[in-house]
């Protein structure tokens, strides 16, 4: 079944500490894309990756971190998390001219 | 700098009664667009998208947009709606070449309520 899969679903952490979100495809997708989705303020690019090796900020990078070392694969780093951003965090994944993208089922993340 | 503007935060409509959800975008170049619904508690999906050609695209579930470059806007419709379509729905634009390829804006969201 053709899928994005992110991980863990839901996390509660404290300012700080740092954390992970996996993202996986298995699709062999080229693009791959982070999101987070806030009350009224839509979904705003976090960064996004072409291909393997190649990441580029979106509209609100500042205080995460990606990296694309295989194709499948495209984790979310928060090195120090703070409050404002919790939130609901979306992987996709797609080809490069979006003809069609496929979006994760969601990481919902609160930082106390 | 590249926005999507859609005008109602919040539709409520009865079943059967028609749909039309605005989106305006602002880009300076030759964009794709995507419309995206988000039921609730699940991931987005989407519903229809239009990079060239004919100006009506059709989707799925009875959906349709019109792109009118005139105007950049590309807004949703659907001649008669159900109670299942109560949902999120998000309209997004991509530049379609260089740097903004990738670069993918969202709108803020409509939410649309259908009562039975």
């Excluded at chain 1, 989705?37 to 990441?55: K, W």
């Excluded at chain 2, 988000?38 to 989407?46: A, M, S």
């Excluded at chain 2, 579930?61 to 005139?70: L, N, P, Q, V, Y």
Aim: aromatic share 14%; with cysteine; hydrophobic share 30%.
């Amino acid at each position: 079944e053709a899928q994005v899969t992110q991980n863990p679903r839901y996390l509660i952490t404290v300012t700080g500490k740092k954390l992970t979100v996996t993202c996986s495809q298995n699709m062999n997708h080229e693009y791959m894309s982070w999101y987070r989705q806030d009350p009224g303020l839509g979904l705003r690019q976090i960064y996004y990756s072409m291909n393997v090796e190649v990441t580029d900020k979106g509209d609100v990078p500042e205080g995460y971190k990606v990296s694309r070392k295989e194709k499948r694969n495209f984790p979310l780093i928060l090195e120090s998390p703070s409050p404002n951003q919790t939130s609901l965090y979306f992987c996709a994944s797609g080809n490069p001219r979006q003809e069609t993208q496929y979006f994760g089922p969601g990481t919902r993340l609160l930082v106390l | 700098a590249q926005s999507v503007s859609q005008h109602n935060h919040h539709v409520i409509l009865s079943e059967a009664a028609s749909l039309e959800l605005g989106c305006n975008y602002s880009y300076g170049g030759t964009v794709n667009l995507f419309w995206y619904v988000q039921y609730p508690g699940q991931h987005l999906q989407l519903l229809l998208k239009y990079f060239s050609g004919d100006p009506l695209v059709k989707g799925i579930k009875g959906f349709e947009a019109e792109f009118i470059k005139s105007k950049f806007s590309f807004n949703l419709r659907k001649p008669s709606v159900q109670w299942s379509d109560t949902a999120e729905y998000f309209c997004a634009v991509m530049g379609d070449r260089g740097s903004t390829l990738g670069r993918l804006y969202f709108g803020r969201g409509t939410q649309l309520t259908v009562w039975p």
